[in-house]
């Protein structure tokens, strides 16, 4: 194969992946809105228990749970911001400082021993 035929060959697959890439984005966005997505609290250890789905299109809003889950599954985009103090305030159960945890889009978390208090959604993307 000559060094020209090359050229073309790679020039061919780089128009190919990138013609690709715009051709994907519409449909990120359109995902972004899809009916699978949720953010759901439960009120035992590894997404058992008692479940506490939340609206995920609800977002920067400081929301105060009633009881304290132990455990949170997100799978929507939006970051969740836990907080272990009532009133989306940083420090450990109790106590003031700079202490939260954000479960990210498609994570879940934990929080055994602790609960969480409130929580606050962030979009994913700004």
């Known amino acids: 194969m000559s060094v020209r035929r090359k050229s073309f060959a790679v020039a061919a697959a780089a128009v190919a992946a990138l013609s690709s890439v715009a051709v994907a984005q519409p449909a990120v966005a359109a995902a972004q809105s899809g009916p699978g997505y949720f953010v759901k609290f439960y009120m035992g250890r590894n997404l058992t228990g008692t479940e506490i789905p ?7 809003v400081c929301v105060n749970l009633p009881q304290r889950p132990k455990s949170v599954v997100n799978i929507a985009p939006v970051n969740a911001e836990i907080y272990f103090n009532p009133d989306c305030t940083t420090g450990f159960p109790g106590q003031t400082g700079g202490y939260y945890v ?25």
Request: charged share 20%; aromatic share 16%.
């Open 54 to 60: 939340v609206d995920y299109k609800v977002t920067n």
């Open 102 to 126: 954000i479960v990210g889009a498609v994570h879940s978390g934990d929080f055994d021993g602790w609960g969480v208090a409130s929580y606050r959604l962030r979009p994913e993307y700004s």
